[in-house]
């Protein structure tokens, strides 16, 4: 992610040629430094060089520009997660390297990180749905991939979708902790990817013997 020349407010520090790809990036970056609720549509007009009531013409208010940031940052999500699942070695090496994929994505995108997990779509009335669909998609995602890389590994009473949901919630615990500094760190510590792969293959293990 390109630093930014100054304070995120001071639009000198950005340049666009199209105001609706403008107001995400300015967005993405604002919630990478200052969180979810860091930043106001006047903050987004004033980075980008318009008036607040110019950002109307492309999102109908702060929440509909946070789901598109949201939308974006989880297409790139899974392009990486999909790559990484591509890649070559065993089924447990390419399944491992999708969360790790996950934790560097985390971690580059701290913008696109929160938005996809801490913003809610709106419905036709409103409102927030139950459900993001792109949480359900994230979800479909990791039990594909186990159902797809281990074909013959997870049948009887093992269910891909639980070892999914360990899985996810793996990867989500320790690039939250990561990101917010609280993952022990230092001499004979395993670093976050280290405690990944020990997790995926506990995991894997422990169902594959379980589907025996």
């Known amino acids: 992610m390109r630093p930014w020349r100054s304070d995120p407010s001071d639009r000198r520090g950005y340049h666009h040629g199209n105001l609706k790809e403008a107001l995400i990036e300015a967005a993405r970056r604002f919630i990478a430094e200052r969180g ?6 006047v903050d987004a007009a004033r980075l980008v060089g318009v008036s607040p009531a110019a950002l109307y013409r492309h999102f109908r208010g702060r ?5 598109e940031v949201a939308e974006r940052g989880f297409t790139e999500l899974a392009e990486r997660l999909a790559r990484a699942l591509r890649g070559p070695g ?4 390419r399944f491992t390297r999708m969360g790790e994929a996950y934790l560097t994505f985390a971690e580059e995108e701290p ?7 801490e913003a809610r779509p709106l419905g036709p009335d409103g409102c927030a749905p139950a459900q993001a669909p792109r949480d359900r998609d994230a979800f479909g995602l990791l039990v594909e991939a186990l159902r797809s890389t281990f074909p013959d590994g997870f ?22 902790l990561a990101a917010a500094g609280r993952l022990p760190t230092g001499p004979g510590l395993p670093t976050k990817y280290d405690l990944l792969r020990a997790g995926v ?4 293990h422990g169902a594959t013997a379980r589907a025996g």
């Not at 065993?90 to 090496?93: A, R, W």
């Open 155 to 176: 049948s009887g009473s093992v269910d891909p979708r639980f070892v999914a949901l360990e899985v996810w919630a793996l990867s989500h615990g320790i690039a939250t």
């Open 90 to 93: 065993t089924p447990l090496e």
């Open 63 to 67: 929440e509909a520009l946070l789901e």
């Open 111 to 117: 913008g696109y990180y929160a938005a996809i997990f």
């Open 201 to 204: 293959v506990a995991m894997v």
């Open 36 to 41: 979810i609720g860091g930043f106001t549509l």
